[in-house]
Nanobody, 128 residues
């Protein structure tokens, strides 16, 4: 059973930066595609990934609203996946979830349906 743990959320001013981390213990992440999803206040969790990265890191997807601001990366040797978030906007306020599934086809899915394992989430608040 893969248990994912997110960290790095917090309160930041508009224009600021945060780096979210996702890791697990006891199981290596290097055979899993990883996606970041978010749930804004008062809304359901988005079906589309904010960003995802394939198991070997060769394929990355980012939704249009975060392109040029967010960057996903992974360090398989450290069992870590990151979401670097820059130029944060109030509309980025949400609980961010790390999710994973294992299927090695060189890409990652940008739809939550494919993701089997989920973390508990880390809250990001962008406010002055």
């Amino acid at each position: 059973q893969l248990q994912l743990v997110e960290s790095g959320g917090g309160l930041v001013q508009p224009g600021g930066s945060l780096r979210l981390s996702c890791t697990t213990s006891g199981v290596t992440l290097n055979s899993y595609n990883i996606g970041w999803f978010r749930q804004a206040p008062g809304k359901e969790r988005g079906e589309e990934a904010v960003s995802c990265i394939s198991s070997r890191g060769g394929y990355i997807y980012s939704t249009e609203s975060v392109k040029g601001r967010f960057a996903i990366s992974r360090e398989n040797a450290k069992n870590m996946v990151y979401l670097q978030m820059n130029s944060l906007k109030p509309e980025d306020t949400a609980v961010y979830y790390c999710a994973a599934y294992s299927f090695d086809n060189g890409v990652c899915a940008n739809i939550e349906h494919y993701y089997k394992y989920w973390g508990q989430g880390t809250r990001v608040t962008v406010s002055a």
